[in-house]
């Protein structure tokens, strides 16, 4: 009787582990179609970024040889347009050197320039200021009044 119940029990625990075994491999081979699919998936993504990302290089390269043979119609040199305004700026400050002794483009030039008289201006009015405030704690010749410690009275 007890022998009955044991090989009963053995063979119920035999099958639950044939049927969880059977259980997990099944799960293991869904996992590695998931990945295997996931595999392929970003694959393809890379291959098509790469793909694109030749097509712009190509592009830009195609664009630049067109900037270099109309740049080279109309200025002699085969340069880009960004080549171009460097040199440009090089040209322009090489002369501002020259003429002015600052190594500046003419936008530089201008900014400085107008810097320069924002500060006569701004210093001419600061002086115009002083020259007409009056001394703390004189009395004004015209209105009688004492000077406050700002230098102003009520004429």
């Known amino acids: 009787m007890r022998l009955k ?3 009963d029990l053995w063979l119920k625990l035999a099958l639950m582990i044939d049927k969880t075994w059977e259980k997990f491999e099944k799960k293991i081979e869904k ?4 990945k295997k699919i996931k595999s392929e998936y970003y694959a ?3 291959a098509e970024i790469s793909e694109k990302m030749q097509q712009t290089t190509n592009n830009w390269k195609n664009i630049t040889e067109k900037q270099k043979e109309v740049n080279k119609k109309e200025t002699g040199y085969y340069e880009t347009n960004l080549q171009r305004k460097e040199r440009e700026n090089l040209q322009e400050k090489e002369i501002n050197k020259k003429a002015t002794g600052y ?3 003419n936008l530089e030039r201008k900014k400085r320039e107008e810097n320069v008289r924002k500060k ?3 210093k001419r009015n600061t002086e115009i200021t002083k020259s007409l405030q009056k001394r703390p704690g004189i009395f004004c ?6 000077v ?5 009275c009520y004429c």
């Open 5 to 7: 119940k044991f090989l």
């Open 103 to 105: 190594y500046e483009t």
């Open 120 to 122: 006569k201006i701004s």
């Open 44 to 46: 393809k993504i890379d």
């Open 141 to 146: 010749i015209f209105c009688k009044t004492k």
């Open 31 to 34: 996992e590695e179609r998931i």
């Open 148 to 152: 406050d410690n700002h230098g102003y």
